[in-house]
């Protein structure tokens, strides 16, 4: 069971009543706050031991960093709630699958997001009406497919613009190809958790505004609220996910998960597990990467830097807002392998 | 004394979320009017917290002045659980304001690839420097960035110490951590120091070093040992300046 997923069932804007608190609705605040109980005795009994400065420091840099792109993320994805209609999505979207994907996948170089952001965007566009192939390769291509994301991989490789160009290229075929893939085997019913409007047991997202045509001030604050909503909904998935990801940079060392494998296809999974666990900024994991580079192919090192911006511990906890269970599952795996399996390849056609 | 607490419990769930954005917008504004911002952060960054600060506020207004939660029970304890979530990273941002990555988050971080990648990564920063002669004083970060034209130069430059059992006698390691994005995308920068009698040194002690660079073959990788004439033990840098910078 996802310990934060369904405890606030989403309902219509009309039902003003407080759902029924159902065992596992119950179950799962006690889950909630049984994390917070442990994360309060961490504190309690470990703070003054050197793992504990640093989780701490890792936890909190990864939030504080991803913080504000969350903001900005929840703050667009609250104006496309109030000022975007299905009707525009329809007309900007081109209704058969493949080329809204192709166009999804490349759509970051004009709308430059990072990973933390670009979730609560694409969670606001599906209710919007967005395709769903479309909205995955949006999801996973955007945060590398990006002008920021290739500057600092060619500054993290002494100005190679090659790697900086292989890194976009790779992204964007994957994301265009895993969003082909869920668009066949998967319907938006089948795919999504109903799609964000006032969540019971929050704030009042502003739905009670007068409804027929407001104001441009309601309207705006009207977005900010859903913004705010969006926030405070989707931000604790960070919380957990950079936790998550904290932990393991302080219990795995970067050197031994990379000196485990010796051929080349065990060094690309053991630095996808890396990027998997690191949970690192699309904007910085080059650097991470290159400090590989003497010791790994740079097949294992792009690995690195093409799954982490689509799959990572912080990442998977956040997409528990927006996809159902099996979505995620298969998202994953497909991700995983996809990757996996082009690189292999790239390195196969290289030779 | 039931109408007392439900009073509470209407309150609490009015103004909680109020609560949640003003704390963090409360903590965004100390961390950049105290600089301790950069004991997690780039400077870079700073900007960006600047705007995450202007969003926190709106959200907070909006909020604020806006439409109640009017239900209390069960929505009221998971609308608490969710914003506990949220300010769990304080109650950690609070224990380690003092602190600093040391010589555990370096056993985690090592590669031992680190010269070469530093060499390579700052290539384009050596039409910047030229053939200029370089100042003595250098950080950890310069020594790597010129490592090949330093060989054989004096050097003066300050980090933490490292000596695991493994250590030659008369060695130790010298270490910072350069950042990027933010602390969890630290690299270690290090050199080894030589010098007699540097088992006095503790590990995470700040020393600064004095001393001749020579660039030896370790593990088949160059890396810079400095051959230390002096060694003199300082006061440890406060969180916010422990970093090196790309």
């Known amino acids: 069971m996802n310990p934060f997923v369904s405890e606030t069932p989403v309902t219509p804007c009309h039902h003003q009543q407080a759902p029924c608190a159902t065992p596992t609705v119950r179950l799962i605040v006690f889950v909630q706050f049984g994390f917070i109980a442990s994360m309060a005795g961490l504190i309690v009994f470990f703070r003054h031991t050197p793992e504990f400065a640093t989780l701490s420091i890792t936890f909190v840099s990864i939030f504080l960093e991803a913080l504000p792109f969350m903001l900005l993320g929840a703050f667009i994805g609250g104006f496309i709630e109030v000022f975007v209609s299905k009707t525009i999505i329809t007309h900007i979207v081109p209704a058969r699958p493949l080329p809204a994907i192709l166009l999804a996948a490349g759509l970051g170089l004009v709308f430059p997001v990072c990973e933390c952001a670009i979730v609560p965007v694409v969670r606001r566009l599906f209710g919007k009406g967005l395709p769903l192939g479309a909205g995955i390769a949006f999801l996973l291509g955007g945060p590398i497919v990006n002008p920021l994301v290739a500057l600092s991989t060619a500054v993290a490789y002494g100005n190679n613009q090659a790697i900086a160009g292989y890194r976009l290229v790779s992204g964007y075929l994957i994301a265009v190809a895993v969003g082909l893939l869920i668009d066949r085997f998967f319907s938006r019913k089948t795919a999504l958790v109903n799609e964000p409007r006032g969540n019971i047991g929050e704030m009042d997202d502003g739905c009670n505004e007068p409804a027929s045509s407001p104001g441009i001030s309601i309207q705006i604050r009207r977005a900010f609220r859903h913004g705010a909503s969006d926030f405070i909904d989707i931000g604790r998935f960070l919380v957990f996910g950079a936790f998550v990801a904290g932990v393991l940079q302080t219990l795995v060392a970067r050197g031994d998960l990379a000196a485990l494998f010796g051929s080349l296809p065990l060094s690309v999974l053991a630095m996808m597990t890396l990027a998997l666990l690191l949970s690192l900024c699309s904007e910085a994991d080059a650097f991470v990467a290159a400090s590989f580079r003497t010791t790994l192919p740079l097949t294992a090192q792009m690995a690195f830097m093409v799954l982490g911006p689509m799959l990572d511990l912080k990442l998977v906890a956040m997409y528990f807002r927006v996809f159902k269970k099996r979505l995620i599952l298969v998202m994953s795996l497909l991700t995983f392998i996809i990757v996996f399996l082009s690189m292999m390849a790239g390195t196969w056609v290289g030779r | ?246």
């Open chain 2, 1 to 246: 004394m039931i109408r007392m607490v439900k009073a509470m419990a209407t309150l609490i769930g009015h103004y909680l979320d109020v609560f949640l954005f003003g704390l963090w917008l409360g903590v965004i504004c100390w961390l950049l009017l105290t600089g301790s911002d950069k004991a997690f952060l780039h400077p870079r960054f700073r900007l960006f917290l600047a705007g995450g600060g202007i969003l926190l506020a709106a959200f907070m207004g909006v909020i604020l002045y806006g439409p109640k939660r009017r239900s209390i029970g069960w929505p009221l304890a998971a609308a608490s659980a969710r914003a506990l979530l949220l300010m769990a990273p304080l109650l950690f941002l609070s224990t380690v304001v003092d602190q600093r990555l040391g010589a555990h988050a370096l056993t985690k971080k090592y590669t031992g690839m680190e010269q070469q990648t530093l060499l390579r990564l700052l290539e384009s920063g050596k039409a910047k420097t030229g053939n200029a002669k370089p100042k003595p004083d250098m950080s950890l970060l310069e020594i790597a960035r010129r490592m090949k034209q330093i060989d054989g130069r004096r050097v003066v430059t300050e980090g933490m110490v490292y000596r695991p059992d493994i250590m030659p006698e008369n060695y130790l390691t010298l270490f910072r951590f350069a950042i990027f994005c933010c602390a969890a995308d630290a690299l270690p920068v290090w050199v080894f120091v030589e010098k007699a009698g540097v088992e006095a040194f503790d590990d995470e002690d700040w020393i600064r070093v004095d001393g001749t660079v020579q660039i030896v073959d370790f593990n088949g990788t160059d890396v810079p040992v400095i051959k230390a004439d002096t060694i003199l033990k300082k006061k440890a840098p406060t969180s916010g300046e422990q970093y090196l910078f790309f």
